[in-house]
């Protein structure tokens, strides 16, 4: 039964799709996180069916990327996007501890927020933009390893060693939990399922998830020295960061 609501409690937290969740506690926190990358799999698998769609029908490469990154919205209810403009607003704010916690937690959006989900949907709508003319199996490894990666920060955000920045929130329940060896299997997996992403370059899709990973490094550094540990918002801002590196890095073709 932990494994099963463990899976359930990735999938309601990560989709739209309104699965019933039994016993919610940190045990069950800790296979959901740890199974996050998971849910990002058969997710990249429908946007990149969508996009091969698209292009088969004729639509302008843009076009398709927006749409693709419009379903992608709607699936994930835009929480991890919020989460990214939250995160921004409070590091753009430079202050640190329960003020910038403060900033992070209001309702609004300013203008650190709105840059960054602009330039992020930007980008990987241009990154997307690349993809139509590759070979289908090259489309679909490059978006499912972009949307497993960006799930895979997460695991790497709650793992053992990195405390929440509040006592209580949906960081309180997840931080923390992810122990190291299923931690190293899911970031082996997401390297494997990189590897035919860009034809002729095995070692290009590995690279990216590596790329992905660093960057979200960098930003749980300084989120932790700033706030004193995660939230749910950083959770958002770091499948973000990683699914638009990874894109950046399997587009230069």
């Known amino acids: 039964m932990l494994l ?33 990358p998971a849910v990002g799999l058969p997710l990249g ?19 398709a990327a927006a749409v693709t990154l419009g379903l992608s919205t709607l699936l994930t209810r ?5 989460g990214l403009a939250d995160t921004v607003d409070a590091l753009g704010s430079y202050r640190a501890g329960e003020a910038g916690l403060a900033v992070m937690k209001k309702p609004d959006i300013g203008p650190f927020g709105v840059a960054a989900v602009t330039l992020a949907l930007l980008t990987q709508a241009a990154a997307l933009t690349a993809l139509p003319d590759a070979a289908p199996v090259a489309v679909l490894s490059t978006v499912c390893t972009a949307y497993g990666t960006g799930r895979l920060a997460i695991s790497w955000a709650c793992r053992r060693g990195l405390p929440p920045a509040r006592p209580t929130g949906l960081g309180a ?8 060896v299923p931690l190293a299997l899911g970031t082996a997996a997401t390297v494997a399922i990189s590897v035919p992403a860009v034809p002729g370059r095995p070692w290009q899709g590995p690279l990216a998830v590596i ?3 660093t ?3 960098l930003l749980l550094r300084q989120c932790h020295r700033r706030f ?7 959770l958002g801002a770091s499948l973000e960061l990683a699914t638009t590196v990874a894109l950046i890095t399997l587009a230069l073709r």
Do not use: E, F, S, Y
């Open 215 to 217: 960057a979200t490094h």
């Open 78 to 82: 835009a929480l991890h996007l919020d």
């Open 45 to 63: 698998a429908l946007l990149a069916g969508i996009l091969l769609l698209l292009d088969a029908a004729g639509a302008p490469t843009l076009l």
């Open 173 to 180: 329940l997840v931080a923390d939990t992810v122990p190291p």
């Open 211 to 213: 790329l992905a990973l």
């Open 4 to 36: 099963v609501d463990g899976v359930r409690l990735a999938v309601t937290t990560l989709t739209v799709v309104p699965v019933r969740v039994g016993i919610v506690d940190r045990r069950t926190a800790a296979v959901a996180m740890t199974a996050a």
């Open 228 to 234: 004193g540990g995660i939230t749910g918002d950083i």
